[in-house]
């Protein structure tokens, strides 16, 4: 990165300890960096918090300007209505893999390639806009000259794997890698939190949330029911596998695949949930062993390292989840960009709106949604 120097790049910047990290190791390296904050939800009816003010605070600090971008409609239209129809349909979605490469990969670094020019004129920034786009993922990119699966950009894995969020990287497409900076490939989180803390930010590591951002309470199923009228009241059977009907669930958008908890069937041995049949309404569950999948159909595929998998039949590490251990299993590519996963062990809980991200080593090859999985 060092052949940008002295010009002028955004940083994605939350609020929180890792974009302002990102941020602030890109000025010690002599950028002109502009903050963006998102403006993602709208502000609750009576508020008068301003929810970019703890970032502009932030960036005041460190001699950063922060620009505020609303993109309330582009986030409803292509993240949360999603994720509230998934959930309609059955599914598990993960919003923040549809987030990276249509919001802030798509709307905000096209807002910065755009308005740059502009930006910087008003904020008397010297330095020479470029069309480049950082945040605080804890990701390795590589550039084209440096992958062995061919002359495109690549993503590695973070060395410090608890932290590691190729996972949520796999839908970016090579365009977007292109315009992409990940300042903290060589941090660990705790050398991050570790600089916080020496300066007096502390607060910023401690509220760290792993919930949904538009969520922040955590209370999805309260959230989707007050979208949708009605919902609360949608109950239906509890059966097992062979139809048997077992009790009654109170709306199946409570209930996710491998979830115990909450099932509320009394039983010498727990229950889990091994299926959602929104068409029957109908919530299926089983013991243990009938939670695992040895085979999972994965849709909407997008390679990252490598253009096409040499092979249509290859092997891999998968994730069917971002703090799922990655498995070893065979993928065959399909026609109509799906693939079919073959597990060499089974694997617990594969959950149909979850995404599969292969991997070969460190390098991530690419991913898709899961849609369907079989014991």
């Known amino acids: ?11 994605a910047m939350s609020g929180g300890v890792d974009s302002l990290r990102a941020a602030v190791l890109l000025k010690e390296q ?9 403006i993602l939800s709208p502000r609750k009816k009576g508020s008068k918090v301003d929810p970019s003010a703890r970032t502009k605070a932030l960036g005041q600090r460190f001699n950063i300007p922060v620009v505020v971008v609303d993109l309330e409609r582009d986030f409803e239209q292509f993240v949360i209505s999603p994720f509230v129809e998934a959930y309609l349909k059955g599914l598990t979605p993960n919003p923040c893999v549809v987030c990276n490469p249509k919001i802030k990969f798509g709307f905000l670094l096209e807002f910065w390639k755009t308005n740059a020019n502009e930006i910087c004129s008003s904020l008397g920034i010297s330095g020479e806009p470029q069309p480049f786009l950082a945040t605080g993922h804890y990701v390795s990119l590589v550039r084209p000259e440096e992958n062995p699966y061919g002359y495109r950009y690549g993503i590695k894995r973070h060395k410090d794997k608890a932290k590691d969020q190729s996972y949520f990287l796999y839908g970016l497409s090579q365009e977007q890698l292109e315009h992409a900076l990940f300042p903290l490939a060589s ?20 509220a760290e949330s792993q919930e949904i951002c538009f969520i922040p309470s955590g209370d999805y199923v309260s959230f989707l029911e007050e979208r949708i009228p009605g919902l609360a009241f949608s109950s239906g059977p509890i059966k097992n596998k062979n139809g048997q009907i077992l ?7 409570r209930y996710t695949i491998g979830q115990r908890r909450g099932i509320g069937i009394p039983s010498s041995a727990p229950y889990y949930v091994i299926k959602i049949s929104p ?4 919530l299926y569950v089983g013991r243990k062993e009938e939670l695992s999948a040895k085979t999972c159909y994965v849709r909407e595929l997008n390679w990252v390292s490598v253009e096409y998998p040499i092979d249509s039949t290859f092997r891999a590490s998968v994730k069917i989840r971002n703090q799922h251990v990655p498995a070893l299993a065979t993928i065959e590519v399909l026609e109509g960009n799906y693939a079919r996963v073959c597990f060499d062990t089974p694997q617990n809980a594969v959950t149909p709106g979850q995404s599969a991200v292969f991997y070969d080593g460190e390098w991530l090859i690419g991913g898709g949604v899961i849609e369907s999985s079989e014991q």
Not at 1 to 11: D, F, Q, Y
Not at 197 to 204: I, N, V
């Open 187 to 206: 941090e660990t989180k705790q050398e991050v939190a570790l600089w916080a803390t020496s300066l007096g930010l502390q607060d910023l590591v401690a």
């Open 1 to 11: 990165m060092t052949e940008l120097a002295r010009h002028s790049i955004a940083v």
């Open 247 to 253: 009790g009654y669930h109170r709306g199946l958008h």
């Open 30 to 38: 002599g950028y002109d960096v502009v903050g963006l904050f998102m």
């Open 279 to 282: 068409e029957e309404n109908t």
